[in-house]
C-alpha cells in the first residue's frame, strides 16, 4: 500500500540554525513521484518541489536541499541558516493510484524562534 | 492572475443546513480535488474528478457532493450527513498526469455553530 510517514510532529529551532524534516515512504510502484508542500500560517499548500524517482541526486535551491534516499524510502527535507518566515508545516506527499491523487504524511509542524 | 480560487475563506453552518465552498481555477487543468483538514493533521481527498461530468469518490466521500459541470469549476457541497464537518478544506488542481504537480487554492474553513 501507498504510504507516507513523517514521524517528526513538531520541531523548534534558534535561527540561524539547521534542520532536517524526515519523510519515509512505502509505494508498491517502480517508478514514482515525491512532493514537499509548505502550509504557512494563512493555510495555503505551497509547492516545493518534486522528484522522480529515477534521479536520486540531491537538490539544493537556495537554503533548501533534498536527500532522496531510494535504498532507505526516504526523502528528507533540510532547511540551512532556518528563518522565521520558514515556520510552517511542511508536508510530504506520493501520488497514490490514478488521476495523480496524492496520500500525504501527517505534516511536521516547525516553529522557528528568533 | 492564474490560480485557484477558493470561497468564502471563512463559512458558519448551523447543523442540519447543507453548504457550498466554490472553487475555480483558470489554469487549464483537467484534474480537480477536494482535500479536508483537521486540525494538527495531514490532508485527507474527499472527491476528485478528471474530466467535465465525471468524478470519483476518494477516502472520505460521506456526507459530502461535488459537480463538474464546467473545466474551471469543481464546487464541493458538505451535506447535513456529513457528522463532523468542522474543518479546513483545500481544493487542488493538475493535469492528472502521472507525477505531474498539483496546486492548491488557499482554502475554506468551515465551522458548524
Known amino acids: 500500500a501507498q504510504k507516507v510517514t513523517q514521524a517528526q510532529t513538531e520541531i523548534s529551532v534558534v535561527e540561524k540554525e539547521d534542520v532536517t524534516l524526515d519523510c519515509v515512504y512505502e509505494?508498491?510502484?517502480?517508478?514514482?513521484?515525491l512532493f514537499w508542500y509548505k502550509q504557512p500560517p494563512s493555510g495555503e499548500l505551497v509547492f516545493l518541489i518534486r522528484?522522480?524517482?529515477?534521479?536520486?541526486q540531491n537538490e539544493i535551491s537556495g537554503r533548501y536541499s533534498w536527500n532522496f534516499q531510494k535504498s532507505t524510502s526516504s526523502f528528507n527535507f533540510t532547511i540551512t541558516a532556518s528563518q522565521v518566515v520558514d515556520s510552517a508545516v511542511y508536508f510530504c506527499?506520493?501520488?497514490?493510484?490514478?488521476?495523480?491523487?496524492?496520500?500525504f504524511g501527517a505534516g511536521t509542524r516547525l516553529a522557528v524562534h528568533p | 492572475d492564474g490560480g485557484i480560487t477558493q470561497s468564502p475563506k471563512y463559512l458558519f453552518r448551523k447543523e442540519g443546513q447543507n453548504v457550498t465552498l466554490s472553487c475555480e481555477q483558470n489554469?487549464?487543468?483537467?484534474?480537480m480535488y477536494w482535500y479536508r483538514q483537521d486540525p494538527g493533521q495531514g490532508l485527507r481527498l474527499i472527491y476528485y474528478?478528471?474530466?467535465?461530468?465525471?468524478?470519483q469518490k476518494g477516502d472520505i466521500a460521506e456526507g459530502y457532493s461535488v459537480s463538474r459541470e464546467k473545466k474551471e469549476s469543481f464546487p464541493l457541497t458538505v451535506t447535513s450527513a456529513q457528522k463532523n464537518p468542522t474543518a479546513f478544506y483545500l481544493c487542488?488542481?493538475?493535469?492528472?498526469?502521472?507525477?505531474?504537480?498539483?496546486?492548491f487554492g488557499e482554502g475554506s474553513w468551515l465551522t458548524v455553530v
Open positions: 522528484r522522480n524517482s529515477f534521479d536520486e
Open positions: 509505494t508498491r510502484d517502480t517508478t514514482y513521484y
Open positions: 506527499a506520493l501520488p497514490s493510484g490514478g488521476y495523480n491523487k496524492l496520500i
Open positions: 487542488a488542481s493538475g493535469t492528472g498526469s502521472s507525477g505531474n504537480t498539483i496546486y
Open positions: 489554469l487549464n487543468h483537467d484534474a
Open positions: 474528478s478528471q474530466i467535465v461530468n465525471d468524478f
